[in-house]
């Protein structure tokens, strides 16, 4: 089954792929269908197999497909070939941080940044959504407690993000993370088989990974940041990135006004961020 959120009017509703069209549900996005105890039930009552592609783009787009989580616990350093990149070794435990609800932004919509933010990186990733309140859960709790899978693009903004040694700043500039286009439930979507992930910047592939590279997979991350912070329905777990971020390259290379950057995750679909950096005084 996908879900998505859509925008309508001044609002948002979520919606589920009902063959070639999308099918409005009672609900304002994804996430607060997750939070409703039959909201899945609702979506399955309609859901239809959809085009590989799913549904076409509807006319007012598409938001973050879950548009106010009340947690996003983010993963950095996880999959191997990344963490060889930048030199380091295999974590024991995985390196998280956080983002705000307002970091997110649409899977076609434009980042903006201002000229003094500094190095702004591409960073694709695949995110899980919980479904189920998760408190000390174990893996096998913690997999059946997956309500889907998703894009994202953790867009970095690397001046901010190594002022000290907390990567909050640069990490967390408002509407900088696009996530979705759509939310993929696991009975049909799988990340532990290896999905194809890749990250084109002006149509060159700079990124070409694959989720089974993932030091700490799907299952091991909620367990892991539920055994200290409850997740609820609608939370948003991001796994971190593959190898080939802009920073990690020699000479490194960032993210330029008129680029546009492409995260495509197999089985998703991909997210498409024109960038626009703006040239004013830092406040």
Not at 111 to 120: C, D, I, Q, Y
Not at 190 to 199: K, M, R, S
Request: proline letters at 9%; glycine letters at 10%.
């Amino acid at each position: 089954m996908r879900l998505a959120t859509l925008r309508s009017g001044d609002g948002t509703v979520a919606a589920v792929a009902a063959g070639a069209e999308w099918a409005v549900l009672p609900h304002s996005d994804v996430g607060d269908l997750l939070r409703d105890p039959d909201g899945l039930r609702t979506a399955r009552a309609v859901a239809a197999p959809s085009p590989a592609e799913g549904p076409a783009t509807p006319a007012g787009g598409l938001a973050p497909v879950v548009p106010r989580p009340s947690k996003i616990v983010c993963c950095g350093h996880n999959y191997a070939g990344h963490i060889r990149e930048m030199g380091r070794d295999l974590p024991e435990h995985p390196t998280l941080f956080t983002k705000f609800a307002d970091t997110l932004t649409g899977p076609a919509d434009t980042v903006t940044l201002p000229a003094w933010a500094g190095r702004p990186d591409w960073e694709a990733e695949l995110a899980v959504v919980v479904g189920t309140p998760l408190h000390r859960a174990t893996r096998d709790e913690a997999l059946a407690g997956v309500a889907g899978y998703t894009g994202a693009n953790d867009l970095s903004v690397r001046a901010w993000q190594h002022h000290t040694g907390q990567w909050l700043p640069g990490k967390a500039f408002d509407a900088t993370t696009p996530l979705g286009p759509v939310l993929v439930t696991p009975d049909e979507l799988d990340p532990a088989t290896g999905l194809a992930l890749t990250c084109r910047v002006n149509g060159e592939v700079v990124q070409s990974g694959d989720t089974a590279d993932l030091v700490f997979d799907a299952p091991a991350l909620l367990a892991y940041i539920s055994a200290f912070t409850r997740l609820s329905p609608g939370d948003v777990v991001l796994t971190g990135t593959p190898a080939g971020v802009g920073a990690a390259t020699s000479p490194p290379r960032f993210l330029a006004d008129g680029d546009v950057v492409e995260v495509s995750l197999q089985g998703v679909g991909v997210l498409t961020t024109p960038i626009r950096i703006e040239f004013e005084e830092c406040a």
